[in-house]
Structure formats: structure tokens, C-alpha cells
């Protein structure tokens, strides 16, 4: 079986992982590199390519539908919310860390960094975020792959450097760094989480969902229900964090739209049963959009004049 994936350090990760899970099940896979419009035009911002948003993930796809590959392998995150409905997701791995990690070069907490301090990010949500939880700091724009931006923060560039913790981990990176708590940094729907999509009624479907972590593939479609119906998916400032209680009975499910300069914010904290949770899940969404969150989202996509965000954007390529 053929397994594609994009030829970024993480892409490539996430796939040699999977491929190495699936041999322990004694399933051999060989790997194709799809080299997509997003990594052919890297001097174009990803709105001018090809299909913009989730543009990587719906490449991969075609490239599947065509018969080239398999099995694809994607960061969760980084998937649309409407997916082609041939092309199942056959598993859900099990999540490694949902939370973002805050680098500073010296090790200097968030509560620590002086007034006016840098901070590098690409995502809307963490900026946003950031300049909730500290007014008076400054957030600017950071791309270019890992190595790109430790160097940008080691040279000085930034002060501080927001990243997935999932991401640094997979690529091996053991740095110190300050896990942002999900109740002031309420991560991405479905971050640190990867997917894997195979074909429908396939062999490959088959060997795949035996992959499957069910607790993961239940707290990400809590997650991505909780959102649905704000719209405008990783363009917009949001986030959607679900989480198991101890006792497995229960939800512990946030979620929150902010404005882009953070001031504004409508959000969720409760705990939903296990049983019927998809349905209160729905309904929590729907509660979002009442108190304000679709506003929320469609105003700061109006206000958007560049193409930034958690799931297009070119991190770690
Ligand atoms: N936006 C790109 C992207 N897609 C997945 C990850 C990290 C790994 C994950 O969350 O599964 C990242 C980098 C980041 O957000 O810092």
C-alpha cells in the first residue's frame, strides 16, 4: 500500500509513524512525497494558491481519489470540517499534546516577560489570545518551518515564540518551554491530533482503522460539533478543547471565539455527559452562536486583510 504525504519535516514524521504502526500489524507501505501548489508557491501567501484554506489536505485527496495513494496522513487540525464522504477518516491516533508551549530564549515565563515583549505567532487564535492575557505586549507574525523560527527567536527577533506543543515534540525537539493552560489558551479542534484518511471499502481502510484510539476520535468530533456552526473554520479566531473526565463519564468541553485584538470574547466551560454527548455538543454550538460567537467570527474575518491562520498557514514547512 501506498501511503502520500507532503514533503514537510512534520508531514513526513507524522507519516514514517504511521507507516511503522502499520508494520507491527504487519502491513507494508511505501512512501510517495505529493509535492502540492502550497509547497511548489512558497512565495505566495496560501490564499493565492490553490483552494486557500486546507488546501494541503484537499491536494492529498484528489491525489487519492485518482488511485496514486492509499493512505493519507494529516495533522487533524489542519482538515476542513466537510470532508469527501469517499474518503473516510479510517483513524483517529491517539492525541499526543493538545496544548501550545511558549518558547523564550532564556526560559522567561509569560507572567515574567517585560512590557512590550515580541511574541511570534502565525495562528490568529494565539495572538489574540496573547493580547487577551497581556495587553501590553506585541504580537507579530512568524513563519518559515521550526528550524526557521527557533533560529528567529535564538537571533532575537522575538521574544517569545507560540507554537503547537504536538509539533516540537513529533520532530523530536526536547526544548523547555511554559504549556499554556487550555482555560486562557484554549487550543485549536483537534490539535495535537493526527488523522489518517484512506480510501472507502478498501483493504487500506481496513489495515488502518485498526490504528484507531477511540477516546481520541471522540473528544475531536466534540470538538469540531462544538465549532460547526460558527463558520469561518481556522481563519477565525477560535478554539474547542474537549477532554475525557478521570472517571471516562463525562466531557470537559471549552470553546471560544475572540475578537482579533482579543478584547472581545464569547466562550464555553462545562462538562457534558459521555452518553448524549454529541447532542449537548450541538447544542452547546448552538449556544455560541446566540451569545455572539458567529458575529465574533464573522467580524474578524471581514477585518482579515492577510491570509493567516492555525491550519494553512506554512508552519513547519
Ligand atoms: N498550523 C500547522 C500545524 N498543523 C499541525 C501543527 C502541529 C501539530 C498538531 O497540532 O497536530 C501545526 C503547527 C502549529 O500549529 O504550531
Redesign the pocket.
Known amino acids: 500500500m501506498i501511503i502520500g504525504t507532503r514533503g514537510s519535516q512534520?508531514a513526513l514524521a507524522q507519516t514514517k509513524n504511521v507507516a511503522r504502526l502499520l508494520k507491527e500489524q504487519g502491513v507494508e507501505t511505501s512512501l510517495k512525497i505529493i509535492k502540492t501548489s502550497g509547497d511548489r508557491f512558497t512565495d505566495r501567501p496560501l490564499h493565492a494558491v490553490s483552494g486557500g484554506v486546507g488546501a494541503f489536505v484537499r491536494e492529498l485527496d484528489d491525489v487519492m481519489l485518482a488511485g496514486e495513494i492509499d493512505i493519507a496522513v494529516h495533522?487533524?487540525?489542519?482538515m476542513p470540517t466537510v470532508r469527501p464522504p469517499t474518503l473516510p477518516t479510517a483513524s483517529v491516533l491517539k492525541r499526543?499534546t493538545p496544548f501550545d508551549i511558549l518558547l523564550t530564549y532564556d526560559g522567561t515565563t509569560l507572567d515574567e516577560l517585560p512590557e512590550q515583549s515580541i511574541i511570534g505567532t502565525?495562528?490568529l487564535r494565539r495572538a489574540a489570545q496573547i493580547r487577551r492575557y497581556r495587553p501590553d505586549l506585541i504580537t507579530q507574525d512568524l513563519r518559515g518551518n521550526i528550524d526557521t523560527r527557533l533560529r528567529k527567536l535564538k537571533e532575537g527577533q522575538y521574544d517569545g515564540i507560540l507554537?503547537?506543543r504536538?509539533?516540537l515534540e513529533?520532530l523530536g525537539w526536547e526544548l523547555e518551554g511554559e504549556i499554556l493552560s487550555p482555560d486562557f489558551f484554549c487550543p485549536?479542534p483537534?490539535?495535537?491530533?493526527?488523522a489518517v484518511v484512506t480510501r472507502a471499502g478498501t483493504e487500506a481502510e481496513a489495515a488502518v482503522s485498526r490504528l484507531e484510539d477511540l477516546e481520541s476520535r471522540i473528544v475531536t468530533e466534540i470538538e469540531r460539533i462544538l465549532i460547526f456552526e460558527l463558520g469561518g473554520g481556522c481563519t477565525t479566531p477560535i478554539g474547542s478543547y474537549a477532554e475525557l473526565t478521570q472517571d471516562k463519564k463525562q466531557i470537559h468541553v471549552r470553546a471560544e471565539v475572540l475578537s482579533l485584538d482579543g478584547r472581545e470574547a464569547v466562550r464555553i466551560d462545562e462538562f457534558i455527559p459521555m452518553l448524549g454527548g454529541i447532542e449537548k455538543a450541538r447544542e452547546l454550538g448552538h449556544r455560541l452562536v446566540q451569545m455572539g460567537g458567529k458575529r465574533l467570527a464573522e467580524e474578524a474575518l471581514l477585518q482579515l486583510s492577510r491570509d493567516s491562520c492555525?491550519?494553512?498557514?506554512d508552519?513547519?514547512d
Do not use: E, H, I, P
Not at 75 to 78: A, G, L, V
Not at 190 to 194: A, L, S
Not at 310 to 313: A, I, L, N
Open positions: 512534520l495533522s487533524m487540525k489542519d499526543d502565525s495562528s507554537l503547537a504536538a509539533g513529533r485549536s483537534n490539535q495535537g491530533t493526527v492555525d491550519c494553512s498557514d508552519s513547519y
